[in-house]
């Protein structure tokens, strides 16, 4: 199994982007999956996460009503859509996935993934 992490970029304040993470080797529709990121002199932290069956979300209170995490099974994919995107944004960012679990779960901790992305740098600047 792998992740593809892609999408990253500079982007002024108050835009918008769209990350991707597609896998491969498995299919996605038994994954929880997740967005964490890591900024400059920062530990990872978590981000969004969704369930395998793409119910239920979870989201970390700084990206609240601004970021929508999502998956299409088809494509194999997960996505982060960030809007109104502030320089403490900025960070390097990272998806993971996790299979196994009940349908309905999201899983917010680092310890709890088993698969991760290489990691896709956003840049908020003016």
């Known amino acids: 199994v792998q992740l593809q992490a892609s999408g990253g970029g500079v982007v002024r304040p108050g835009g918008s982007l769209r990350l991707s993470c597609t896998l491969s080797g498995r299919s996605l529709r038994t994954f929880a999956a997740g967005w964490f990121r890591q900024a400059p002199g920062k530990e990872r932290e978590f981000v969004a996460a969704?369930?395998?069956?793409?119910?239920?979300?979870d989201y970390a209170d700084p990206i609240k009503g601004r970021f929508t995490i999502s998956k299409d099974n088809a494509k194999n994919t997960i996505y982060l859509q960030m809007g109104s995107l502030k320089p403490e944004d900025t960070a390097v960012y990272y998806c993971?996935?996790?299979?196994?679990?009940?349908?309905?779960?999201?899983?917010?901790?680092?310890?709890?993934?088993?698969?991760w992305g290489q990691g896709t740098l956003v840049t908020v600047s003016s």
């Open positions: 993971a996935a996790r299979s196994g679990t009940r349908s309905i779960v999201t899983l917010t901790s680092i310890s709890e993934y088993d698969y």
């Open positions: 969704i369930s395998p069956n793409g119910v239920n979300f």
